[in-house]
């Protein structure tokens, strides 16, 4: 039987090494001290901030990383993901109607409620909201995408992997991040292996595309533009 540290070390330190743009490999833990065991454990450890020793050592924080692991479970998105966020949603006091989607949103892009702006909400908001009222809704937005990631995502995550993930699943409806081949990718399911950190990279552009009456889906050039954005946080260093 499997001691607790073993599987910690499975969770924590099943990392992968991205060597180039075509090609990329996910480290596996076998238990024996090798090559791919060390640089796992440092690749880890550069990833939590902590010295890159190449040691389990329980005085710099890195065993206990290890027994607690079991997703990003304690990330938060970062100041400067916010930053891009309310850049590319552009802060809107009145409601309007997003492009393509017909979904009534305010502020930095707070869903109201699928369809068109009703006559009760432009009386409810005649005089607008403050950018205070947008800046809190956005947190309360973001607060839900994080828990979004935290829930579905079981394999380690950098700062910039997991704001990516958090700016896509706050743009996505519904349980959209939950069923999409981008999170199977990473985790694992349906017949992919677990860690497939460049496969769901390229997921992103696929997500791209707004839904018109009598058209169906088709591309969006606002969609592509953030998705690319976000395909270049994922895979940065």
Do not use: C
């Not at 020793?53 to 916010?82: E, N």
């Not at 829930?151 to 991040?177: E, I, M, R, W, Y």
């Not at 954005?229 to 895979?235: G, N, P, R, S, T």
């Amino acid at each position: 039987m499997e001691t607790p540290p073993t599987r910690g070390i499975r969770g924590r330190f099943g990392v992968q090494i991205i060597k180039d743009h075509r090609s990329d490999r996910l480290l596996r833990i076998t238990g024996n001290l090798d090559g791919d065991t060390l640089k796992a454990i440092i690749e880890s450890q550069r990833r939590q901030g902590i010295p890159r020793s190449g040691w389990i050592d329980s005085r710099d924080g890195t065993l206990s990383a290890l027994l607690k692991f079991s997703g990003p479970h304690h990330m938060h998105v970062s100041q400067s993901m916010i930053d891009q966020i309310k850049a590319t949603e552009q802060l809107k006091l009145d409601p309007y109607a997003t492009d393509g989607s017909n979904t009534a949103t305010i502020g930095f892009g707070h869903r109201l409620h699928p369809g068109l702006i009703t006559d009760a909400e432009r009386k409810k908001f005649k005089n607008g909201i403050t950018e205070t009222a947008a800046n809190d809704l956005l947190r309360e937005d973001l607060r839900m995408a994080e828990r979004r990631v935290h829930d579905h995502v079981g394999v380690p995550l950098t700062q910039h992997q997991f704001d990516a993930l958090v700016s896509f699943a706050f743009n996505l409806k519904g349980d959209a991040f939950r069923d999409s081949t981008l999170l199977k990718m990473l985790n694992g399911s349906s017949g992919y292996h677990a860690g497939d950190y460049l496969g769901a990279a390229e997921q992103f552009d696929v997500w791209n595309k707004v839904r018109l009456p009598h058209r169906g889906l088709v591309p969006s050039r606002g969609l592509s533009d953030r998705r690319r954005k976000e395909k270049a946080v994922f895979l940065s260093r």
